[in-house]
C-alpha cells in the first residue's frame, strides 16, 4: 500500500509568482487536507477536501485555492506568493471526513519564496 | 478561536521518562492526538486520546486527559536517543476532521 506521496519535495519562487503543489492520497482514502507549517511553528490548516469539493477552510486569503480529483489526488494553488508564505506545505489524507478519522501525512512540499 | 499551547523545549537523559504538556482552549474537541516530527519528514501519529477517556496507555506512552482544565500530557518511558524530535500536540475543532495544531515541543535526549 502506497503512503501520502507530495510533489515537488523542495520549490523556489519568487514574490508575486504562482505555485501549484501536488499530493496523492493513500489509496482508499477520499478527503485530503492541506496544512502550512511556518519554520518553529505548528502546522496550520489550510482546507479540506471530500470528494472534490471543499468540506472546510482555515483562515487563509482567497488566493490559496484547491482542488481535487475522482482518483482523490490534490492539488494546492497559491497566487501571487508572498514572503509569509515561505514554509513547508504538507497534505494529509483520511478515509473520510468525520472527526477521529486518522489523518495520514504526506513528507511536505518546502516551498521558499525570494 | 481555538489554540493549543505547548512548552517548546524539554531535555532529559537517556532511559529517564519525559513528560510533555499541553493545554488547549476548545472544550468541545472530541479527539487529542500527539504527533512526532523528526527533521526533513512529515508528521507520525504516535497516539490518540477520546475526550471520554482520562488516561490510555500504549508501550512506552502514557497519554493523560484533564477536560476539566483542558489539560493533556505525553509520558515517554524510558526515553532513548532515537526519541529525539519534535512533538505536537493537537486537537479537532470546528466540528469536522480539522486539526489544529500547537507549535511543537522539541525533545533533546542526552546520554
Known amino acids: 500500500e502506497t503512503g501520502v506521496t507530495q510533489s515537488p519535495t523542495h520549490l523556489i519562487k519568487t514574490r508575486g509568482q504562482q505555485v501549484t503543489l501536488r499530493c496523492s492520497s493513500q489509496?482508499?482514502?477520499?478527503?485530503v487536507s492541506w496544512y502550512q507549517q511556518a519554520l518553529g511553528q505548528g502546522p496550520q490548516f489550510i482546507f479540506q477536501?471530500?470528494?472534490?469539493?471543499?468540506?472546510g477552510r482555515g483562515n487563509f486569503p482567497p488566493r490559496f485555492s484547491g482542488l481535487q480529483f475522482p482518483n482523490y489526488s490534490s492539488e494546492l494553488n497559491v497566487n501571487a506568493l508572498e514572503l509569509d508564505d515561505s514554509a513547508l506545505y504538507l497534505c494529509?489524507?483520511?478515509?473520510?471526513?468525520?472527526?477521529?478519522?486518522?489523518?495520514?501525512f504526506g513528507p511536505g512540499t518546502r516551498l521558499t519564496v525570494l | 478561536g481555538e489554540d493549543v499551547e505547548q512548552s517548546l523545549f524539554l531535555s532529559v537523559r537517556e532511559g529517564d521518562s519525559s513528560v510533555i504538556n499541553c493545554t488547549y482552549t476548545?472544550?468541545?474537541?472530541?479527539?487529542l492526538y500527539w504527533y512526532k516530527q523528526e527533521p526533513g519528514a512529515g508528521l507520525q501519529l504516535l497516539t490518540y486520546?477520546?475526550?471520554?477517556?482520562d488516561m490510555k496507555q500504549d508501550q512506552r506512552l502514557t497519554v493523560l486527559l484533564n477536560k476539566k482544565d483542558k489539560h493533556l500530557s505525553l509520558r515517554i518511558a524510558d526515553t532513548q536517543t532515537g526519541d529525539s524530535a519534535i512533538y505536537f500536540c493537537?486537537?479537532?475543532?470546528?466540528?469536522?476532521?480539522?486539526?489544529?495544531f500547537g507549535a511543537g515541543t522539541r525533545l533533546a535526549v542526552h546520554p
Open positions: 494529509a489524507s483520511s478515509q473520510g471526513r468525520e472527526e477521529g478519522n486518522e489523518q495520514f
Open positions: 476548545d472544550s468541545s474537541s472530541t479527539y
Open positions: 493537537a486537537c479537532i475543532s470546528g466540528g469536522y476532521n480539522k486539526l489544529i
Open positions: 486520546i477520546f475526550s471520554n477517556m
Open positions: 477536501y471530500y470528494r472534490e469539493e471543499e468540506n
Open positions: 489509496s482508499g482514502h477520499n478527503t
